[in-house]
């Protein structure tokens, strides 16, 4: 144990000289002026404008204004349903959210997952009524992803969100088989791209089991999607899917600012 004791305060050290090195500046929009866990005020007040959009429970989507919201579905939602029974997110993917998503993939800033948007997260999750979830699991990354950005930045979301629960993290759930990205693939690729990418490790536990499943961004649902079936096939009785932006045009919401 002592040599994690050694790496988590290295890992501190190592923060605390980046921050004197580098300026605070808001991670959304880069000004100088940073209020509260990364962001100015501006920012902050346009991340929650974003998180009270409502939305579709079973796909994600934005509803628009006057609509009323189904928890059997709406027009977004794909033939056929996904396999996860229900979605619990923070907004769609629009900044600032979608420039705090950026800092977390790609710059590392695992502080913001641990701090406020796990936080949220599990908030949305509670306010959904999502009863009787018993662990949380991080859609995995493949070892060579993770190997290349020495961070798994799910993982640590869905860690964040499982003690604002106060819920067990799994680690179950696996990635068997490196996939390429999916961003510019269409629905049908993305969901040829995951087939079979997933598997189960120890999966006679899991029976009967009610799970929350993390991510950070959604776009068709078809990653989450294969999770879930690969989850289903292992014994588990239902998944919730959690993530912090939902991928859409902004037509989608445009409307309630308009």
Known sequence: MWHKTILK????????????????????????????EGLCADCNVKLLSLVSLPYCQRCGATIGPGI?????????????LPR??????????????????????YRRREWLHSHRLGQMLGRAVEASSLENLDLVMPVPMHWRRRLA???????????????????PLGDELIRIRH????????????????????????AAG??????????????????????????????????????????EPPTAYAAHWA
Do not use: M
Not at 15 to 27: H, I
Not at 88 to 96: I, K, N, S, T
Not at 220 to 230: F, L, P
């Open 9 to 36: 305060a290295w890992r501190e050290l190592a923060g605390g000289l980046g921050d004197l090195a580098l300026p605070a500046v808001c991670a959304a929009c880069g000004t100088a002026d940073v209020a509260a």
């Open 68 to 80: 009323p919201v189904y928890q059997d579905g709406c027009s977004a939602c794909p033939n056929p």
């Open 84 to 105: 996860f029974a229900r979605v619990a997110r923070l907004g769609p993917y629009a900044d600032p959210l979608r420039a705090v998503v950026r800092e977390l993939k």
């Open 179 to 202: 996939t390429p990205p999916q961003v510019h693939l269409s629905r049908t690729r993305r969901i040829e791209n995951v087939r079979g990418a997933f598997g189960v490790r120890r």
């Open 206 to 247: 899991l029976s009967g089991a009610n799970v929350l499943l993390v991510d950070d961004v959604t776009t068709t649902g078809a990653t989450a999607d294969e999770a879930a079936r690969t989850l289903l096939k292992a014994g588990i009785s239902k998944v919730v899917l959690a993530v912090i932006a939902k991928a």
């Open 149 to 167: 950005r020495s961070c798994d930045h799910a993982r640590v979301l869905a860690g964040a969100v499982a003690r604002e629960l106060n819920l």
